[in-house]
């Protein structure tokens, strides 16, 4: 009976609290209306926004909310909205992506490891099974994930309201996410195996491989989030 009477409390403090936030969002939205049909300049409404002590970038966002437009009254900006066909391209887009690099780095250490074998390891029958499952995978995933950024890509061309979509942003930045944490174990593993002096061909070649397939996604979909800054 407690515990239950603890966990209502929590959700209800919980649910206060996001009823709060969305109060606050509306009242902020509300004001700048108010402010420009008054007359008043975004330079002026974000001054006096800030000296209230609301953050630049909940200003930012509001003002954004409706459009610079000669028009008496402000204009709300179209506004992006969730859709289950939108999560579900998203999600086969990036999960194509993952499988498609992760086998492509399989791949490359298989061929790195046949052109450098270890005497030590017999692995050649357990290689050509991996070789032969990331090639199928490759096969397979990437042409997928260049088909669906194509037409993701015409979608958010002809409609840039879209790429302010949140299921698109959080991916985006999930995979910014795991491409920093792979280039940064990437480098400690290189900067451990120098100070213990175990550096081979092999192991260096494998460092670079790892290093160029996570700088390419994190420089591709860093420069992708400025884009929609810039359209912003």
């Not at 300049?41 to 209230?52: F, G, H, K, S, Y």
């Not at 859709?83 to 887009?93: I, K």
């Not at 492509?104 to 490891?113: A, E, H, I, P, Y």
């Not at 996570?214 to 912003?232: H, I, P």
Request: proline content about 4%.
């Amino acid at each position: 009976m407690v515990a239950h009477k603890l966990r209502w409390r929590v959700d209800g403090d919980i649910q206060g609290e996001g009823a709060v936030m969305a109060a606050g969002a509306r009242d902020l939205e509300s004001f700048v209306r108010d402010a420009l049909t008054r007359g008043c300049t975004r330079e002026q409404t974000a001054v006096a926004l800030a000296q209230a002590g609301w953050a630049p970038e909940q200003v930012k966002d509001a003002l954004s909310a409706f459009a610079e437009v000669d028009f008496p009254v402000p204009v709300p900006r179209p506004r992006p909205y969730l859709s289950a066909r939108e999560a579900f391209l998203y999600l086969v887009l990036f999960t194509t992506l993952y499988l498609s690099a992760y086998h492509l780095g399989s791949l490359l250490f298989d061929l790195v490891n046949r052109a450098f074998p270890d005497p030590a390891m017999l692995y050649l029958s357990r290689q050509g099974d991996s070789m032969r499952w990331s090639v199928a995978t490759i096969v397979i995933a990437f042409p997928v994930f260049l088909w669906l950024s194509v037409r993701i890509g015409r979608e958010l061309a002809d409609q840039p309201v879209k790429r302010q979509s949140a299921v698109r942003r959080w991916l985006t930045y999930l995979t910014l996410f795991v491409s920093a944490v792979t280039l940064i174990i990437d480098l400690i593993t290189l900067v451990d195996s120098m100070l213990g002096g175990e550096l081979t061909v092999r192991f260096i070649l494998k460092v670079v491989i790892v290093a160029l397939i996570a700088g390419t996604a994190f420089g591709y979909y860093l420069r992708d989030l400025r884009q929609d800054e810039v359209a912003a």
